[in-house]
């Protein structure tokens, strides 16, 4: 099966950039090729989100973007003009695992000043 470790979290100031990698272990490169893979997002007290992939959140569109290195089975997520509000821990999953209810550990983002 498929597992993801997401990575490249951090403290970032409002309007900063962080590029999130978001590695596939469990599955060849033919295969990762052929996955749709999301991301989602979980802040302190609120349910999960998806954030980007299949749809983009509409507070995330213009600002953040999705691309992906299949030689390297590695998806990205690129966050420019970063908000406060976008602080939380961010996953990436399949949609097929998140209904699942198989996640990541994922990797916290915080944007503070």
């Known amino acids: 099966q498929v597992q993801f470790v997401e990575s490249g979290g951090g403290l970032v100031q409002p309007g900063g950039s962080l590029r999130l990698p978001c590695v596939a272990s469990?599955?060849?490169?033919?295969?990762?090729?052929?996955?749709?893979i999301n991301w989602y997002r979980q802040a302190p007290g609120k349910q999960r989100e998806l954030v980007a992939g299949?749809?983009?959140?509409?507070s995330v569109k213009g600002r953040f973007s999705i691309d992906r290195d299949n030689a390297k089975k590695t998806l990205y997520l690129q966050m420019n003009s970063l908000k406060p509000e976008d602080t939380a821990v961010y996953y990436c999953?399949?949609?097929?695992?998140?209904?699942?209810?198989?996640w990541g550990q994922g990797t916290q983002v915080t944007v503070s000043s």
């Open positions: 469990g599955t060849s490169r033919v295969a990762f090729n052929a996955l749709t």
């Open positions: 999953n399949t949609v097929t695992l998140a209904v699942r209810g198989t």
């Open positions: 299949t749809n983009y959140l509409d």
